[in-house]
T-cell receptor, first 110, second 114 residues
Framework: GENVEQHPSTLSVQEGDSAVIKCTYS??????FPWYKQELGKRPQLIID?????GEKKDQRIAVTLNKTAKHFSLHITETQPEDSAVYFC?????????FGAGTILRVKS | KAGVTQTPRYLIKTRGQQVTLSCSPI?????VSWYQQTPGQGLQFLFE???????NKGNFPGRFSGRQFSNSRSEMNVSTLELGDSALYLC?????????????FGSGTQLSVL
């Protein structure tokens, strides 16, 4: 079955710096990789997603890259702001299950 | 458009009891999926319902079951509750089946089993 590993578990950056969160997956059948942001006490919200036929996708300060050969995908946040502080989850969908990474606590220090 | 609505917001039950949670998807969404969130295990997929049929299932015991009605509203039932079932249960809806469209999450039901 699918297994998704996420690193790091916590990440502290200075406001304005970039943040990178990495995930690896095990099932080569996985074809959809969403990223969710969950602020304290709130529901997870999709921030960006990528499908296996695309190598990179950008949305303003957020980008996701996918390397199918190495089975890993990464979230890049540029010019971080205090409101980016949250828990970020990656996930992989293999046609049957949506499997989440363990989450990364991102702290942006101002 | 109203978002995904989950009821109740909080539940306290004792071991051995059963519980039913409700999820109303965004209007027009046909897929509802359920997730368990705990500090130790993170977010785990329970199952997905699409057009009243269970389409996908995670690795949870048969005590966890669900159903979907013709108006796409979904219920999740947990029988013979165990202490380890204490968690935040989230549902999410999407326009079409899981993996094909954006997921929108509800605020969750916080279940405490004593």
């Amino acid at each position: 079955g699918e297994n998704v590993e996420q690193h790091p578990s916590t990440l502290s950056v200075q406001e304005g710096d970039s943040a990178v969160i990495k995930c690896t997956y095990s099932d080569s059948a996985s074809n959809y990789f969403p990223w969710y942001k969950q602020e304290l006490g709130k529901r997870p919200q999709l921030i960006i997603d990528i499908r296996s036929n695309v190598g990179e996708k950008k949305d303003q300060r957020i980008a996701v890259t996918l390397n199918k050969t190495a089975k890993h995908f990464s979230l890049h946040i540029t010019e971080t702001q205090p409101e980016d502080s949250a828990v970020y989850f990656c996930a992989g969908f293999n046609g049957n299950k949506l499997v989440f990474g363990a989450g990364t606590i991102l702290r942006v220090k101002s | 458009k109203a978002g995904v609505t989950q009821t109740p917001r909080y539940l306290i039950k004792t071991r051995g009891q059963q519980v039913t949670l409700s999820c109303s998807p965004i209007s027009g969404h046909r897929s509802v999926s359920w997730y368990q969130q705990t500090p130790g295990q993170g977010l785990q997929f329970l199952f997905e319902y699409f057009s009243e049929t269970q389409r996908n299932k995670g690795n949870f015991p048969g005590r966890f079951s669900g159903r979907q009605f013709s108006n796409s509203r979904s219920e999740m039932n947990v029988s013979t509750l165990e202490l380890g079932d204490s968690a935040l249960y989230l549902c999410a809806s999407s326009l079409v089946h899981l993996g094909a469209a954006k997921l929108f999450f509800g605020s969750g039901t916080q279940l405490s089993v004593l």
